[in-house]
């Protein structure tokens, strides 16, 4: 039974194949078993399936297997054993899986504005309650969420705020000053480093703390760099000139460092 709401009425949703609420709103599982709970026009939202499986084929071959580790590790650390966990735009659910195994008698869902994402996600696991919807109107009712996950993802705190129960966690990823500093390098004149937060404060969050991860990978071909760049919020707003400089590179070495920041809502 899932936890997911209709987004038109917020009512509970019942049922296997076809979802409905109690006003008739219905909503068919996909054959892989994703819901689709995305208000507003049709077609296709989020990232495109070249840029899903770009990730997915980055992410498989583990360059971000410690990211992953101590997540998953941070998520159990604050999450009932049988709670309910939510991963807020999780793409094709490479961290979703490996929260799922060292949670698996939680309530594990997944959320992510790409139908394609989402898909490969369900392909992932099938231990986890997934839909494509926005973090921006997330379908899951208010105060029942233990745990919010996200990572790289729009922070959408007031959604967060609203469906964390009092005193729930919500466990954010990002990069840090100097994550992926040569790569950036390789394609760029004039590089910048990433700016850090002089303060991690959230309103109606009480900042726990932050997990600081540092290391090296070796690109060990192109189509991983390239893999790599096209996962970066950089890569819309580079030139097509300046993207194709990683077309001469078989190999690279670059910094990776992120943040692993943790807040607990603030009770009423």
């Known amino acids: 039974m899932t936890k997911f709401i209709c987004p038109i009425c917020k009512e509970p949703l019942n049922g296997d194949k076809s979802l409905k609420c109690s006003k ?95 898909n490969y996600g369900c392909k992932r696991s099938k231990n986890l309650d997934l839909a494509v919807a926005s973090v921006y109107a997330i379908p899951v009712a208010d105060s029942s969420v233990d745990t919010a996950v996200s990572i790289f993802a729009p922070a959408a705190i007031e959604e967060f705020l609203r469906v964390l129960k009092p005193e729930g966690y919500l466990i954010m990823a990002i990069g840090a000053e100097n994550h992926l500093w040569s790569l950036k390098k390789a394609v760029y004149e004039t590089p910048y480093k990433n700016e850090t937060a002089a303060d991690y404060s959230i309103d109606g969050f009480v900042f726990i703390g932050k997990k600081e991860l540092k290391y090296t990978v070796d690109l060990a071909s192109t189509e991983d ?9 950089y890569y819309h707003k580079t030139s097509q000139t300046d993207i194709a400089k990683l077309d001469t590179l078989e190999k690279l070495t670059t910094e990776i460092e992120f943040e692993i920041l943790i807040y607990k809502k603030v009770s009423a």
Do not use: W
Not at 53 to 77: C, I, M, N
Not at 78 to 107: F, H, K, M, S, W
């Open 24 to 118: 008739n709103h219905c909503f068919d599982r996909a054959k892989s078993g994703y819901i689709n709970l995305l208000s507003g026009k049709g077609g296709n939202h989020g990232d495109p399936k070249e840029m899903v499986l770009a990730r997915k084929s980055f992410l498989d071959r583990g360059y971000y297997e410690p990211l992953r580790e101590d997540v998953a590790k941070t998520a159990k650390e604050v999450t009932p054993g049988t709670g309910t966990l939510l991963d807020c735009g999780c793409g094709e659910c490479y961290y979703t899986q490996r929260i799922a195994e060292l949670l698996p008698n939680a309530d594990i869902m997944g959320i992510d504005v790409s139908k394609d994402a989402v």
């Open 225 to 233: 760099i390239k893999n790599l760049f096209s996962m970066t919020p």
